[in-house]
């Protein structure tokens, strides 16, 4: 059995954790709040975005464009979003792993022919180790999300695919559900399933009553113009949301992760205590007993 010192000891080192992860917690909790205003005022603004692109696609107006078309894969680009720093439960390492199932789906592709995107310090390391060469550093978007930035890299997808220097763009991300949930998605980014993005838009409005579709327009000067302007800021637009959303999330995460670490800490203090009392006692009743046997020879 440890002796008392060490006991006392190991229960202040605990102690001492229990802090700073409480810290960590509350910190957290603050980025989390944030974050979440910062999505809720960006919000209205993508709805009206949605609203419009989906008003549009509900008219009997035809239109092609170069973020629609489909073609044989031949180069694959991933966008895959985690977080700079550690301590937030399986956020990464979870990111990291559906990277792993999905370039084995691509495993016909040579090296070459798979470019990915890390937002985050942790999938850039990630992909390094897999022997992937990232295509860039973006470790300053996963602390603070900023739209010019997001635009720019939206800007370089969609020239690179509009240029067919790729023929798919997939996204890799933990969409924020609620306090306790971070559900990882993968989406295709490009090309863009107007049917699914007027879909989507259609069980939305139905969703909200306060909101209707409208398909009464006449376009000037023509569709495609009207077109070319309105999906690279839909685009640009999805970027930047997915860029909020995991932000948000790894901070939920992050929040859960040191809250389970406080309470395993103070459980952990509970059960020292216990065995610290424990040897403590027994340390008194071995002295009484020595003392009494002493007296008694």
């Known amino acids: ?28 909790s603050a980025k989390l709040h944030k974050a979440q205003g910062r999505i809720e005022n960006m919000l209205p603004y993508q709805q009206k975005l949605n609203e419009i692109l ?15 078309e489909e073609r044989p894969v031949m180069r694959m680009a991933f966008v895959v979003f985690s977080s700079n720093t550690s301590l937030c439960g399986s956020f990464n390492s979870n990111v990291t792993k559906m990277l792993e199932r999905t370039l084995t789906e691509y495993q016909s592709l040579s090296r070459e022919n798979i ?5 985050g310090k942790k999938i850039e390391e990630a992909v390094r180790k897999m022997g992937y060469e990232p295509q860039g550093s973006y470790r300053l978007m996963a602390d603070t999300p900023l739209f010019t930035e997001a635009y720019e890299l939206a800007a370089r997808l969609i020239r690179e695919f509009a240029m067919k220097n790729v023929d798919r763009v997939e996204l890799i991300y933990h969409h924020f559900k609620s306090m306790g949930t971070q559900e990882l998605l993968r989406e295709t980014y490009l090309p863009i399933d107007l049917v699914r993005v007027a879909e989507e838009a259609r069980h939305e409005t139905v969703a909200d009553s306060t909101r209707c579709l409208k398909n009464d327009y006449i376009v000037e000067p ?7 302007e ?7 637009q999805k970027i930047f949301t997915v860029l909020l959303d995991s932000n948000t999330s790894e901070h939920a995460a992050r929040m859960l ?18 065995q610290y ?21």
């Open 230 to 236: 309105l999906l690279p800021k839909v685009l640009s």
């Open 54 to 68: 989906t008003n549009f696609l509900c008219t009997d107006a035809s239109f092609e464009s170069p973020y629609t």
């Open 1 to 28: 059995m440890a002796s008392l010192k060490e006991v006392k000891s190991r229960i202040n080192s605990v102690m001492s954790t229990r802090q700073i992860t409480s810290a960590m917690k509350m910190v957290a």
């Open 277 to 297: 009392n424990k040897s403590r006692q027994q340390a008194i009743t071995n002295e009484l007993l020595d003392i009494v046997g002493g007296s008694l020879r």
């Open 222 to 228: 023509s569709v495609d113009g009207l077109i070319a």
């Open 257 to 274: 992760a040191m809250q389970a670490a406080t309470d395993n800490a103070n459980d952990l203090i509970q059960d020292l205590t216990k």
């Open 115 to 119: 470019l990915i995107y890390p937002i």
